[in-house]
């Protein structure tokens, strides 16, 4: 009993960071991952990680205890952040993506967030996370938050490296170069979309008897599906491209946490 006493203060601060990261990383944050199955896992590899460090450092039940759950939360809550903002980027792509053809008022309700998204969006958005679960990214996503204790341990002083500043800059300098990448995959679209503009600019100037605003929103949609359907095999390796991204974006928080702390 006393034995468990001592060690239960350390596994509830295990099973905040990883239960944290489950709320907000992708595939498992998603409405159409079921509740238990979340509580189930966070509980099992908060247990598998507990037996494998818990017992290395002594946590002890004060006042400083709410304090250090906190941190835990908000470690679990930025690492999990930090990996969805890359599977934003395609929601983002497909957004600038239906701005251009017209789509822009078409927005669905997305069945795995929750939320309305653009349509363009919402398809890059599974086919994301239909290739990331085949090269099994999720696995890949578990052993960063058990390997994340080796960085940044339970006696960790988060706070403090808030305080430095580095974080705050590695937020802001991966969220700048998610925001780029977005771009650069919605260009081929876009750069399309605007050359149909032209040419429709110029037959409304060569050929006014044409009414370019009756027949320029069927146009550029044709003509955008079409540029999708040829960018439809390139997916899988843009898809990889970005997973790269981001677990070298992990890897360098972590990196941050150590050289800070």
Known sequence: MDIITQAFPAFLLVLCRISAFFIVAPIFSTRTFPKSMKIGLSFFVSLIVFMTIGFDTNVTADATYILAIIREIFAGLLI???AYIFFAIVQTAGGLMDLQMGLAMANIIDPITGVTAPMMGNLKFMLMSLVFLSLNGHHYLLAAIMDSYEWLPLDNKLF??????????FLTRTFADTF???LQISAPIVVTMFLTDVGLALLA???PQYNVFVIGIPVKILVGLAMLVLLLPGFSALFQMLFDHMFEAIEKLFVVFRSSS
């Open 160 to 169: 403090e490296i808030y305080y430095g500043g580095n974080v705050t800059e």
């Open 180 to 182: 780029l990448l977005a």
């Open 80 to 82: 999990g952040y930090v």
């Open 205 to 207: 100037r060569t050929a």
